[in-house]
């Protein structure tokens, strides 16, 4: 389920503005805005367009799994290459591996 917070940090993650997004999803800005802000709702095919295109944009969102709900950057097989290249290197990878 997307929410104004989760539509909020997903946006700044794919480093998108409101007017960016809005011309993706065919949607007004300020509409996105009071959604964004919790001053305002969407309904279901507009949150869905929404989701959409940010998930186009690169965000993940995570499903509520007892620690909340959430939204990450996707990583492409190229990047998670390198991630992987750059752990192996200095040896044994400690709590800081990225998933």
Not at 67 to 80: D, I, M, N, P, W
């Amino acid at each position: 389920m997307l929410t104004g917070p989760l539509s909020r940090a997903a946006r700044a993650l794919v480093e998108l503005t409101r007017e960016q997004l809005a011309g993706q999803c065919r949607l007004d800005a300020d509409a996105i805005r009071a959604f964004e802000r919790g001053l305002g709702d969407l309904d279901a095919s507009q949150k869905t367009a929404l989701k959409a295109a940010l998930e186009a944009a690169g965000a993940v969102f995570i499903p509520e799994n007892g620690g909340g709900a959430g939204v990450r950057l996707k990583f492409t097989r190229s990047e998670a290459r390198r991630i992987a290249t750059l752990e192996s290197e200095g040896g044994i990878a400690a709590d800081d591996d990225v998933p």
